[in-house]
């Protein structure tokens, strides 16, 4: 497992076609991009000793590759009204709990896809709050802690 510092490193060979997507921990990130390129470097980093595991996907989320669908995005939610949410979160795009739902908007949900993901900042906010067991909400949930 590498941290995202150290990913970013080995990415360096594939610039432009890969990114850290997601920091699931100091130890633990998710690398999306180009196809070949994220095969190549999988390839890579098994043979180095590094754990990999391929999340099943098909579009590069959390990385430029959503910057394609901005427009479209908007407007498939633009009729879309916002409302507060029946059980507060903390989201990992404003870094603070939603109550309101006002941020909730088409903005904020493409800013969700296109911005890597860090739980680190959120997780340790949540800690200091007195929190101790956390849920990733995904279509394919990669993180867990208690």
Known sequence: MLGADEANDRLAAWAGRLEVAVVNSP????VAGDEESLAEALESLTRDGVRTRPVPVDYASHTHHVERIRDVLATALSGIDTRPPRIPFYSTVTGGWVDDGHCLDADYWYQNLRRPV?????????????????LEVSGHPVWCSR
Do not use: D, N, W, Y
């Open 118 to 134: 860090g739980f680190g900042r959120p997780v340790a906010s949540l800690l200091t709050e007195g929190f101790g067991v956390f």
């Open 27 to 30: 130890s633990s990130v998710v």
